[in-house]
């Protein structure tokens, strides 16, 4: 009996190797064990949120939990606890839509369910999240949704002249873009959607030549400028005004403090950038001032036999510029400037073909851009083919590979950028080594091409650096900077993508690199209502999060106190308008004494590099197609 008991253990011994050895042959089973011990913890943290009436008055309290749940499918998006993981976070926000009562809450909760059913079909949790959205309460539409819902229908009205014939079709539109700020008086879109009401009645007008349609329309603008004051769109509101010929207009338009006119601005100049899919146009002016544009139909009968989209400058005179600028690319033909009136300065573009257009202005100093994209749409808009494993030929979308990335190294030539701690050391120079030794690097390690928007110590306008990138049809747009504070004790890295904030920190972040205060900052929410309509937006969110965590986990391997700051977002003029994934990277603090001595020295800065081509590597293959799900060009279905 001994010997075979001996015998029986040591089978048992075999047998438990084996299966330790077999274990560790499967891929990856660290990260599913990790993704099971998070989600217990998030369960964890659920049930003492549940188990605590006074602590779910608290929306920070569910943010940790959800959070928590957020991390188990982020570790491992293709395990099997990654539906588990985005379904309970999807149960948590409808849970706080109890206490919120926020709209916004349920919205996400929708959002994350339909993620479930459309991403892990074979998942039990499928079925439990389409049961979950029939028991969602209704809520209405987002003002985001709800004002381009209202401005579809007015493009839609706006191509079809026989409608324009009746009045119910406009009152349509009007009642969308009330809707907005009637709903949604506090948000960002509420003074948009106030002055697109005043421009439709205002359209109105133009057909039925009714005053109270025209009397309507200056009532809405003077309610913008009563209750929207520091929204860009007050000036445009008191231009709108002064065109119509309202009195409180031409008053409003006078100086507060000395009741006489305005200086008038100068148009000192217009630049250009194109590519066959996209063109940028700026116009500089030496000041701030309000303006307008449209866009015209082409008209044969008045010699007009190509549509124009014109700007109008209000309080503006003509500088020794150049009057007719000729493009002739595949979609513009020329620019032309002239005093159209004795205080309006007009810049017209004349049009060969265009998809859509987007106008904003900057400032410090002060200019107008005009975006215009072609059907190519303009950037990293190249297909990629690979056989697949029948042998047949599929067409992917772009991010099958990277082949061009455009690095921006931050500010330059009389731009200095931040002060360093030590002496002599300015952030534009600490951009741009760190920008060259990363251009070498990816060129070498992912086989792409890689172009800098400045080689040396070049001035160039922050406009002109995301224009170079579209131009260039850059499949990834990166701009390197060094951060700062008055207090050096802060430090640390964060990567920022573009889109709308409230956060007082990146708010500061996002000024000092724009180069203008927080009231511009603040007013720029405006400007990124057409902007953020766009895929491009979680692409950038997602190489964002790529890069930091590579940069933050690589360092801390190397160095001590590496501070991870996060993946912000905020409206940096440098990726306004990028059609390309796009992220600007605050690699360490300049001001700090240890973080600025790092950002000169050559190791630190090879590691910096080497971490945000990781980050990118990772990003390329996150967005490839996993096995079973490339298809057959020829097939149908959804897409």
Known sequence: MGRFRIRQISVIILVSLSVVVVYASLPSPCRCESARQLYFKAESCYRQLTESPSEQKYRSNWKQCIAKFSRVYELDPDGRWAA?????????????????????????????YSRVIRNYPESEYRKRSKAAIKELPEVGPSAKEAYFDARAAYRELQKHPERQKFRSHWKTCIEGFASVYRQHPASTWAPAAMFMCGRVYEGLYAHSYNQKDQKQAAEIYRRLIRDYPDSQYRRKSEVRLEKIGDVIGRVIA???????????????????????????VVIDAS????????????????????????????NARL????????????????????????????????????????????????????????????????????????????????????????????????????????????????????????????????????????RNDKYL????????????KADLFLSIHANAARNHRAYGIETYFLNLTTDESAISVAARENATSKKNISELDSILQDLLNNARINESSRLATCVQDSLCSYLSERYSRIN??????????VLLGAQMPSILVETSFISNPRECRRLTNEKYQSAVCAAIVKGVKRYVDDMRPKAGFVRDQNSEGEG
């Open 84 to 112: 588990a993981g985005l379904f309970m976070k999807a149960r948590l926000y409808a849970e706080l839509y109890e206490h919120s009562y926020k709209p916004d809450d349920i919205r996400t909760a929708r959002s994350i």
């Open 461 to 472: 306008t922050l406009e002109e650096r995301t224009a170079i990138a579209n131009t260039e």
């Open 564 to 573: 991870n700051k996060g993946v912000k977002q905020a409206p940096f003029y």
């Open 254 to 280: 006078k100086s507060e403090n000395t009741g006489e006119a305005k200086e008038p601005v100068t148009v000192t100049g217009i630049r250009y950038w194109s590519n066959p899919d996209y063109t940028r």
């Open 287 to 314: 000041g701030e001032t309000g303006y307008d544009n449209n866009l015209l139909k082409k008209d044969p009968s008045i010699h007009k036999p190509y549509p124009r989209l014109y700007v109008d400058l209000a």
């Open 319 to 454: 500088g020794d510029v150049e009057k007719k600028i000729p493009i002739n690319d595949s979609l513009l033909r020329a620019a032309r400037a002239g005093q159209y009136r004795k205080d309006t300065v007009r810049v017209v573009v004349d049009i060969k073909s265009f998809s859509d257009y987007e106008i904003f202005s900057l400032n410090n100093p002060f200019r107008i851009v005009i975006d215009v994209r072609g059907r190519g749409g303009g950037g990293s808009q190249r297909v990629a083919t690979a056989p697949s494993t029948q042998g047949d030929m599929v067409v992917t979308p772009f991010c099958l590979g990277v082949d061009r990335i455009v690095i921006d190294p931050g500010h330059g030539g009389k731009d200095y950028g931040a002060p360093g701690y030590l002496s002599g050391v300015h952030e534009k120079m600490v951009a741009l080594e760190i920008s060259r030794k990363l251009a070498k690097k990816l060129r070498q390690e992912l086989g792409c091409e890689v172009l800098l928007t400045r």
